[in-house]
């Protein structure tokens, strides 16, 4: 039988304090290089007791905190993900007065790519997009401070496949009016990024107390809302840059927007007619020749 991984064997517990929701967090959030962290490092940096890490790896079942990172090194080293060679790459960066600072941002930004794509399960991905269409109830997308522009975009292209697909808005005033008709059987599809807004926490409560589906888009196996979510998507942050970057997560929601399609009934077609007529109806966009907008006769 194929062992347990650690993602796996946090998830296989019962239940979490909330000191151990913490611990389990900063494992899920940086992985790979827990494998070069000591239980003192951990409990340093997420302010939980150093007896409570080793007393949480303990009822993960390992042995003994050094079993704990053999464990971690030998999955690096089965999957090739020992990140000995970005540590050199960081250190190569600081020496170097001359910097390919847009080489280096791209080469990361594939990095995420790939690391968001192993974080996924194909089959876990299609259910998501079949919920989304296939559900009897209505859509709604939410998303606070620099998740609400990953929100919008992810609501434009939605909107285009279903009906009754709602923005819950950046503004939180007007949420609670929005709130009045959810019911069972809608779904919430809440992005959820660290730092994790509060108002969005609340939200998808509240979708839970009404027995609606709560879908996550998240950095994180363990984000407070991990126990409330019906589904979850990890696309985890890039710790090497100083800003939280959008690129995985915008690839995540394109595709799933993609994948979604494949659920759609043959209606779709009628549905994309109109839309393009109401456009052409609203003048929604400038004519889509130079000619044309130059008002210039051929």
Do not use: W
């Not at 790896?57 to 090739?80: E, K, M, N, P």
């Amino acid at each position: 039988m194929k062992e347990q991984s650690l993602i796996e064997r946090i998830r296989s517990l019962a239940r979490l304090t909330p000191s151990e929701v913490k611990i389990a967090d900063f494992l899920a959030r940086h992985y790979p290089e827990i494998a070069f962290e000591s239980a003192t490092t951990i409990s340093q940096k997420t302010g939980v007791s150093k007896a409570t890490v080793v007393r949480f790896i303990a009822r993960l079942g390992y042995d003994s905190y050094a079993q704990f990172l053999q464990h971690i090194r030998d999955d690096l080293v089965v999957s090739q993900e020992l990140p000995v060679g970005r540590y050199t790459l960081i250190k190569k960066q600081d020496s170097s007065k001359t910097k390919d600072l847009l080489g280096l941002s791209l080469n990361a930004i594939m990095k995420n790519l790939q690391e968001s794509h192993a974080q996924i399960k194909t089959e876990s991905f299609m259910n998501i997009a079949r919920l989304m269409i296939e559900t009897p109830g209505s859509l709604y997308i939410t998303g606070q401070r620099s998740s609400y522009a990953l929100a919008h975009l992810f609501h434009g292209l939605m909107r285009r496949l279903r009906p009754r697909t709602f923005l819950l808005g950046g503004d939180s005033a007007t949420i609670p009016d929005a709130l009045v008709d959810v019911k069972k059987g809608d779904v919430l599809f809440a992005i959820f990024r660290y730092p994790y807004a509060k108002t969005t926490y609340e939200v998808a409560k509240y979708f839970v107390d009404q027995k609606a589906f709560v879908i996550l888009l998240t950095d994180s196996s363990f984000s407070p809302l991990y126990h409330t979510a019906d589904h979850q998507l990890v696309v985890p942050i890039d710790e090497s840059s100083l800003f939280h970057r959008f690129t995985a997560a915008t690839a995540i929601l394109e595709s799933l927007a993609l994948a979604a399609l494949h659920f759609c009934s043959d209606d779709i077609y009628k549905r994309f007619d109109l839309n393009e007529k109401l456009f052409a109806d609203f003048q929604t966009y400038c004519p889509g020749k130079v000619v044309d907008s130059l008002h210039i006769k051929e």
